[in-house]
């Protein structure tokens, strides 16, 4: 038994290498970072130790301005890109002719690169001098003003971002939920229709306790994924995200590391710390609720 268990832990040691060299040694080392005052990386010193990056991460309206654009980002884009996926796996679930040929179709976007997409969105709703575009083209048509949703004003612009996030991450949700939606045992809907329940009471009380991990599990990623966005912005509104007031948390990580106003680890630290810090107390949450409302 003792060779046994030798061979196990043997075969886990490259595993255990390499996400301690990967995964934590870096979650320390940015943690010390955060820490150190006036950090310079050339050559490794630093003026002091102490809670002064945090405070000047949390004054520096740049960083503010991120945290409001992320917490709209995940409050918008995770309730609604799961409620529309819900929606669509429903739907791909009743139907029997053609469901292969749907699901392919809802997936593609999931497997399209981020930038071409990102420059379709541009051009739908992009203004010029030349064109409204495609959107503003569309909305015209019901006596609206043309928008410009690229360069205009704050909430057209995150209009479209959530719009462009949730087309993205609507995919895979849509292949994750259909999937949950085939395994639920169909003995429990032959039961229920037996018994001349209603479809409503049908979903409520079968389908959605069945596949409710499934849900738990999107909910959750999708918030880290969220809170983690940063490829999406640039795809639509380009590097410059400050002066577009479109910068995330990890925009900001990267321009502090390595942007106009880079050179400063230990800000980027700081900030990484503090996503770290959300993203964390948001699961914890989410799994304190999951014990009363997930069924396993």
Not at 225 to 245: M, P, Q, R
């Amino acid at each position: 038994m003792e060779k046994n268990n030798l061979k196990g832990w043997l075969y886990l040691l490259p595993a255990f290498l390499f996400l301690g060299v990967f995964l934590v040694y870096p979650l320390i080392d940015v943690f010390i970072y955060s820490f150190e005052e006036n950090f310079n990386f050339a050559s490794q010193s630093y003026t002091g130790v102490g809670f002064y990056n945090y405070l000047y991460v949390l004054r520096d309206p740049y960083f503010l301005q991120a945290l409001k654009n992320t917490f709209i980002l995940v409050l918008i884009t995770v309730p609604l890109s799961t409620l529309l996926a819900l929606v669509i796996s429903l739907g791909l679930n009743s139907i029997k002719a053609l469901r292969k040929l749907f699901q392919t179709i809802y997936f593609l976007p999931y497997v399209t690169n981020t930038l071409a997409v990102g420059m379709v969105f541009m051009i739908l709703f992009a203004k010029t001098e030349y064109t409204d575009g495609l959107v503003n083209t569309f909305l015209g048509f019901f006596g609206m003003e043309p928008i410009d949703f690229i360069n205009g004003p704050y909430w057209a612009k995150m209009l479209v971002l959530s719009i462009y996030t949730i087309w993205i991450v609507l995919p895979f949700k849509i292949l994750i939920l259909t999937s949950a939606l085939a395994s639920v045992n169909q003995e429990y809907y032959n039961a229920a229709m037996v018994d001349g329940t209603r479809k409503f009471r049908i979903f409520s009380r079968i389908t959605l306790p069945m596949i409710s991990p499934m849900l738990f599990y999107l909910i959750i990623t999708g918030f880290i994924g969220a809170f983690k966005a940063y490829s999406d912005a640039v795809a639509i509104f380009g590097t410059e995200l400050n002066v577009a007031e479109m910068n995330t948390i990890v925009g900001y990580v990267y321009d502090m590391l390595y942007g106009d106003s880079g050179g400063y680890p230990s800000y980027a630290s700081a900030a990484a710390v503090i996503l770290f810090l959300i993203v964390l107390t948001i699961t914890c949450v989410n799994l304190f609720i999951s014990r009363k409302k997930v069924h396993y």
